[in-house]
């Protein structure tokens, strides 16, 4: 499977965006989806993920009640609705395809070494 992100942008605190990763391939449908976040000098950071039904979801404390993640598997397409947007969001978004096929639960234990098909990256720049 192939993704691409999009959706970046520079936007104004307390200010919404909505990043899309869209797929390409038949093996979509079978796979978690993974949203991380990158600053320079550090480590990717999972913010978000969704299992491969839609039914399980995860989000890193720091977006919790702020970031919605969905998908819609008949688009081949997962989101990420960003509200409330902070300085500290300020980051590239790279959205990436679980290794494992039918994962039925995303956590925390989950980390950049079980994703593969990493998109591009979309810039996310929050003003303050």
């Known amino acids: 499977v192939q993704l691409q992100a999009s959706g970046g942008g520079l936007v104004q605190a307390g200010g919404s965006l909505r990043l899309s990763c869209v797929a390409s391939?038949?093996?979509?449908?079978?796979?978690?989806i993974g949203w991380f976040r990158q600053v320079p000098g550090k480590e990717r950071v999972l913010v978000a993920a969704?299992?491969?039904?839609?039914?399980?979801?995860f989000y890193e404390d720091s977006v919790k009640s702020r970031f919605t993640i969905s998908r819609e598997n008949a688009e081949n397409t997962v989101y990420l609705q960003m509200t409330n947007l902070k300085p500290e969001d300020t980051a590239v978004y790279f959205c990436a395809a679980d290794q494992r096929p039918w994962r039925m639960r995303v956590d925390s234990n989950l980390n950049s070494g079980d994703f593969s098909s990493w998109g591009q990256g979309t810039l996310v720049t929050v003003s303050s």
């Open positions: 391939g038949n093996a979509f449908i079978s796979k978690a």
């Open positions: 969704i299992s491969w039904s839609g039914g399980n979801t």
